[in-house]
């Protein structure tokens, strides 16, 4: 294994990324019901939620005011945010079932490679398990996330990277502790919902749990979005601080990553860690 570590890697690192990705994207090719499992979850949240904003409006086909927007777009949102930190969770988590790790990294490709490709799958995976929410969304409620403006844009970036870092911490679990961890993939986000300030303002948590709530990117994320579609006006000081907190988590998160990535090799761990 140690070829894979010392002397210089043979051939591009985009090359070797996107052998990755193809690896994952051949697995989609010839599976539809792979692809209705991406689409599943983030569909039937806004179906659901697309109901509740109908009846809190009080009026039949009205869903297009203020409040059922804020909670339509906290909901496709924060699907965002989720999606992309489980695309790269389970893609890992598909390399530790099929026991390919140990294959992997007797090959040229280096420790970031594997991220890169892991957040291209991300992104891939988010794209295609969001795109017909938000299309539902509008349909169904007449809610056009877009009406956010090309601020949007910044959003779903800041939100892809929180869930990155959080896929990295729990990447790095997974080495540390092996199978053990697995279930992490699925749950950690939903423990953080409650202080992201998703469908409500931080000031709403109490006194001791805001300063909490404003460590988290998405927070400002989210303050962001209610400010932008209730009054109009982009929240640059929120957009800002979300940008720095992805930043410092981003770094945390790759340093954990970095640091549960070498103990494994040396333990040899990457060629039976899903034992």
Not at 42 to 48: D, H, I, N, R
Not at 55 to 81: F, K, M, P, R
Request: net charge positive; aromatic share 14%.
């Amino acid at each position: 294994m140690g070829s894979a570590f010392h002397g210089r890697p043979q051939g591009s690192p985009t090359r070797r990324i996107w052998g990755l990705m193809f690896r994952h994207l051949a697995l989609y090719r010839r599976s539809w019901p792979r692809l209705l499992e991406l689409m599943y979850w983030p569909v039937l949240q806004m179906v659901v939620w697309g109901f509740i904003t109908a009846y809190l409006a009080g009026v039949q086909g009205n869903t297009a005011s203020v409040a059922a927007g804020v909670l339509l777009g906290g909901v496709l949102l924060w699907e965002v945010t989720l999606r992309s930190q489980m695309g790269f969770a389970i893609s890992f988590l598909e390399e530790v079932w099929s026991r390919n790790l140990g294959h992997l990294f007797v090959s040229p490709l280096r420790p970031w490679e594997l991220v890169a490709g892991l957040a291209a799958m991300s992104v891939l995976r988010t794209v295609a398990a969001v795109a017909p929410a938000m299309v539902l969304a509008f349909f169904l409620y007449g809610f056009g996330v877009w009406t956010l403006g090309p601020v949007l844009v910044a959003y779903v970036f800041a939100l892809m990277a929180m869930g990155w870092a959080v896929a990295l911490a729990v990447t790095a679990l997974i080495l540390r502790h092996g199978a053990g961890a697995e279930a992490l993939a699925w749950g950690v986000m939903f423990g953080i919902a409650p202080f992201a300030a998703v469908f409500y303002p931080v000031a709403i948590l109490p006194g001791w749990l805001q300063p909490v709530a404003l460590a988290i990117p998405a927070a400002h994320v989210f303050e962001g979005m209610r400010a932008a579609l209730v009054g109009g006006a982009i929240a640059w000081y929120h957009l800002v601080w979300a940008v720095v907190l992805d930043v410092v988590w981003m770094g945390v998160a790759a340093w954990i990553f970095l640091a549960q990535f070498h103990a494994a090799r040396v333990r040899g761990a990457l060629l039976n860690i899903g034992e």
